[in-house]
């Protein structure tokens, strides 16, 4: 091995100045990129998306052509024109969530509108939204959560529902046990996830108290005709296999000023959502108004999704 | 008491803003009710509305008395019947309006004023947003339903739904080749 690479060497050398098409750069890329393929065993990767920074530390030019790379792949994967857009918070704008907990009835409605505004894989379902069948004697305590109830007819007698999903925490534990930062609090407050720079260690999903994020065990199952072609690149656009993904308050909608998918299915109107900055808004309504209480609020990981009684 | 009193001002200037809204031209041919805010129709069972095709006081003769009606036998009456009946809420005169408490004659569309004379914690609540659904644009146009949308007034407890398919259970998935483990 070692007399081989002597004797290349030399020949190599002879070479590199010449007009063999291929510049350092290049070699080194395809190299990199060839190297990378073996170790991940991603026969897909390309040097570009190998090479590709945190999203957070890409120059606009940088934006472009990830974002075009993307819409290219997805265009080749699914038929369909994926727009990703990389709409940023809107400045006085932090995202504040209610959910009623006198109203819901565990329908299941926002699990499904979820699944399908946010591009999950379909089989396995991916479900952003834990809806927990509560018993009433019990109050809110997890010991007594059901997850699995399918009766017939909801709500059931002498039970409430309590649905659960990324509470997008001003102190989130998952930000602070990533080991190399793909995945932060946006200024809008929505925590998202830099699926290309993730590398699957699952650290956070054992760091969320929630059960918020999810991983993709395999290649997600996404039907072309179910693809949801309005898309972020932090929040719904389609995942690779080995991340993790999580809610982001709809960011491909909410950046928009659209609700959520989740507050426009749910038929109770149990969902509430607005700026918290903003004194004339609902939530702020709510908080102000209504008896409030955050989740698991002992770990002080200060989640933006409250939960009320409207009654 | 003071924090009382802002919020009281608080709504008369959001009412007093709702009502400049209504001033403007609505942008879509939705009806648009009273005090500007944007509702649907009311949900009426096909062809019943106007009242006044049967109930035009000629036809038929006004008659208060609580009895089994020989037509709209398919409504149930759960709404307080031993307190209620027909023309507590429909106006007896005027068939194709309702009338509040005062005799004050109220559109369908505006329902809302009738459920609010009893039901003023929801009300208010519904008002702000919070009471029932809003759909549309957090920080912009909203559209909002009729307490009839979700509450049949006739039996206004909200009905039970089938609910949609739990998540699989771990040990339930497939393993697939290639796919998920």
Known sequence: MTDGKLTSLPDHADEAPGGCGLDRRDFLGAGVAAVATALTGCGTLSKEEFLQHNFRELSKEEVLSVIARLEKEYKAKYGKDVKVGTTPPMPGVIFGYALDLSRCIGCRRCVHACVKENNQSRTPEVQWIRVLELDKEEGVNLQ???????????????????????????????????????????????????????????????????????????????????????????????????????????????????????????????????????????????????????????????????????? | MTARLIRSAGLALLLAGLAAGAKEPPKKAEPVAQEGIQVPKPPFTEGIFPCTGCHDGKQLKVDTKRRELAMHSEIELKHGPESRWCLDCHDANSRDNLHLASGEKVEFTASYKLCGQCHGDKFRDWRVGIHGKRTGSWNGQKQYLLCVNCHNPHSPRFAALKPMPPPTRPEDIQTKKGGAR
């Open chain 1, 144 to 311: 007594h959560a059901e997850q699995y109830y399918n009766p017939d007819e909801v709500p059931r007698e002498g039970h409430f529902y309590m649905p659960v999903q990324c509470q997008q925490c001003k102190k989130p534990p998952c930000v602070k046990v990533c080991p190399v930062g793909a995945t932060w609090r946006e200024k809008d407050g929505i925590v998202v996830v830099d699926y290309n720079w993730c590398i699957g260690c699952r650290y956070c999903m054992a760091a969320c108290p929630y059960g918020a994020r999810h991983f993709n065990w395999g290649e997600p199952n996404l039907p072309p005709d179910q693809v949801n072609t309005e898309t972020h690149y932090l929040g719904n656009r389609p995942r690779p296999k080995g991340v993790v993904e999580k809610c982001t308050f709809c960011v491909q909608r909410t950046r928009k000023g659209l609700y959520p998918a989740c507050v426009e299915i749910c038929p109770t109107g149990s969902r509430k959502f607005g700026n918290l900055l903003d004194k004339e808004s609902e939530i702020r309504y709510v908080l102000e108004n209504k008896r409030v209480f955050k989740l698991k609020e002992e770990l002080n990981t200060q989640p933006n999704f409250f939960y009320f009684y409207g009654v």
